[in-house]
């Protein structure tokens, strides 16, 4: 019955994932996204979106460069990081900073688990994070952490947004036909023969057209 369950699903995932994805989009920009923009101001936040979308983007095309992928994950995923780093930063001011911890994790899995789903990227998830958790510790305004502190912060974290966007952004261009057979499986789990089929855009390799001149 369950693989019976899954077959149907493959049938349909193009369409079902969609779904998914824009309900989860959706219900996290009404319920969280407002809270953060308050705490932190609409033009913080919006650049932290832009930011981890971009290198959560770069980072899922160097390794799945022709699989197509439907929803903001990278940005999302930017945002949970902006909590992370809003959590940490008034660790010693909320009643009980673990379980906000704690329920931020839950959320991070959930979403990762869903990006194992076809259309669905968890090396956009992963690269989203990383870039957005940079971005955010340089953009936050920090209230309990001392100054010293801070300037550390943001004197590791920029530099290692810019080193870590230029490094896949030059692999993405220099390394040609970067091939990985295993990095599929990262985004998407074959549970069954077709689970997993028609995500390819079917695009000619970046250098294809050059040979054959």
């Not at 994805?21 to 923009?37: A, G, N, S």
């Not at 290198?55 to 999302?76: D, K, R």
């Not at 305004?141 to 947004?161: C, G, H, L, S």
Request: contains cysteine.
């Amino acid at each position: 019955m369950i693989k019976s369950m899954l077959c149907c699903f493959a049938c349909c995932n193009r369409d079902l994932c969609r779904i998914i994805h824009c309900v989860i989009t959706i219900v996290f920009e009404i319920i969280v996204l407002p809270d953060l923009e308050r705490l932190a101001g609409w033009l913080r936040i919006m650049l932290i979106f832009i930011l981890s979308g971009i290198g959560g983007n770069i980072v899922s095309a160097f390794f799945t460069p022709y699989q197509a992928e439907v929803g903001p994950s990278g940005s999302l995923f930017g945002l949970i990081a902006a909590l992370v780093m809003e959590v940490v930063d008034k660790w010693a001011i909320l009643r009980d900073p673990l379980w906000d911890l704690g329920k931020l994790l839950l959320f991070i899995i959930i979403l990762f688990i869903v990006g194992f789903l076809p259309f669905v990227d968890n090396y956009a998830h992963v690269g989203g994070f990383v870039f957005g958790l940079l971005s955010s510790a340089v953009l936050l305004p920090y209230i309990v952490m001392e100054k010293k502190t801070r300037m550390i912060v943001i004197a590791v974290a920029a530099p290692a947004f810019v080193i870590l966007f230029t490094l896949f952004f030059l692999l993405f261009y220099l390394v040609e036909d970067f091939d990985c057979s295993g990095c599929k499986y990262f985004s998407c789990i074959p549970f069954t023969d077709t689970f997993c089929q028609n995500l390819d855009t079917k695009l000619l390799p970046r250098n294809s057209d050059l040979q054959g001149l």
